[in-house]
């Protein structure tokens, strides 16, 4: 089977950076992808990582280690808009993905 | 235009009825899903239908069905609905080996 973890919350000041970890343990392994959610949203796509490194994306970024089966998505000079679950997400199959139960961003002033 | 589509966003119900929900993407993508998401924001997938070839997740009670008249949309048809279908159900598409997914805004569902 697969299964994900990953902080259920976390907390930040506008302007820092955070660090929102994501550790996996699955039977097959395509990628880890990041997705925000905000409160009555849609999730959105963020990134997607298959091979081992850092993957830049304007203010985020996310890190892959296959070999830890660990991955980060990180944020930087933090805004309120920030403020919104965090799933990462891994492709064991071509066709199949599993999910991490999320992270709850606050982002205070 | 909206990426992908689903309707109604908000279906209320009494247990025991059949209903549906609509999905439609214009992305030309050649993968479709279903997921759900419960109370506790936990996604789970429920199928995944790509070049005909349907794959289902082996949890999901076979009172749910999937159906797709064409590439560009797949349908979720539900029978004899329960209380512990009530969650929001989420349709997406990708397209090959891209790791992106594109959700449509969901689908709220109540029984009563």
């Known amino acids: ?109 | 235009d909206t990426a992908v589509s689903q309707t109604p966003k908000y279906l209320v119900t009494q247990m025991g009825n059949d209903k549906s929900i609509k999905c439609e993407q214009n992305l030309g993508h050649d993968t479709m899903y279903w997921y759900k998401q419960d109370s506790k924001k936990f996604l789970k997938i429920m199928f995944s239908y790509n070049n005909k070839e349907l794959i289902i997740n082996e949890t999901v009670p076979n009172r749910f069905s999937p159906k797709s008249p064409d590439k560009a949309h797949l349908n979720l048809h539900i029978n004899s609905l329960e209380l512990g279908d009530s969650a929001v159900y989420f349709c997406a598409s990708s397209q090959g080996s891209a790791g992106e997914q594109f959700f449509g805004p969901g689908t709220r569902l109540t029984v009563l």
Request: glycine content about 10%; charged content about 15%; proline content about 3%.
């Open chain 1, 1 to 109: 089977g697969q299964s994900l973890e990953q902080p259920s919350e976390v907390t930040a000041v506008e302007g820092a950076i955070v660090q929102i970890n994501c550790t996996y343990q699955t039977s097959g392994f395509y990628g880890l992808s990041w997705y925000q959610q905000h409160d009555g949203g849609a999730p959105t796509f963020l990134s997607y990582n298959a091979l081992d490194g850092l993957e830049e994306t304007g203010r985020f970024s996310s890190f892959l280690s296959r070999s830890d089966s660990y991955g980060y998505l990180l944020l930087q000079e933090l805004q309120m808009k920030d403020s919104a679950s965090y799933f990462c997400a891994v492709r064991y199959n071509f066709n199949k993905f599993y999910f991490g139960s999320g992270t709850k961003l606050n982002v205070k002033p």
